[in-house]
């Protein structure tokens, strides 16, 4: 009587494509929520902003387009987004992308632009914040 231990190059092949379905589903809804994640750095940030141009208007009653003024640094090793607020910027514009056109300050209101590529297509992400707090996704590098 010989017993044999082991699969069998059937049973290998089974768990072969499993494993490869399984991967099908899985990469594309991981990417997908990573590159979710990363738009969180520039929502975390324009909130950031916003917080710190609220209270230098309490304090001087106008807003300012200073990032030092307002003590807004960006901190971190990894920043995948480019910041504007009117003449002041924070960080390296990636590659693809041009500075917004959006970004402005007056007395009375601003609007702080956060630009990224964070999937390294052609399509920059875009997002602004006003000083009524209103944060909009203008160009949507994730979109589905």
Not at 61 to 86: C, K, M, P, R
């Amino acid at each position: 009587m010989c017993n044999r231990y082991g699969f069998s190059l059937t049973e290998l092949m089974i768990v072969v494509a499993i494993i490869g379905i399984l991967a099908v589903i899985a990469i594309p809804n991981f990417l997908k929520y990573q590159a979710r994640a990363k738009q969180s750095e520039a929502k975390t940030n324009l909130v950031a902003i916003h917080t710190s141009e609220i209270a230098y208007f309490a304090e001087k009653n106008a807003y300012v387009d200073d990032f030092n003024a307002i003590g807004f640094a960006v901190t971190g090793s990894s920043q995948l987004y480019y910041y504007e607020l009117g003449s002041s910027s924070s960080g390296i514009l990636p590659t693809g992308c041009t500075a917004s056109t959006l970004d402005n300050v007056s007395a009375t209101g601003f609007t702080a632009v956060a630009t990224g590529n964070i999937d390294g297509d052609p399509t920059c992400d875009v997002w602004t914040i006003d000083e009524n707090k209103t944060l909009l996704n203008v160009t949507n590098d994730v979109a589905l």
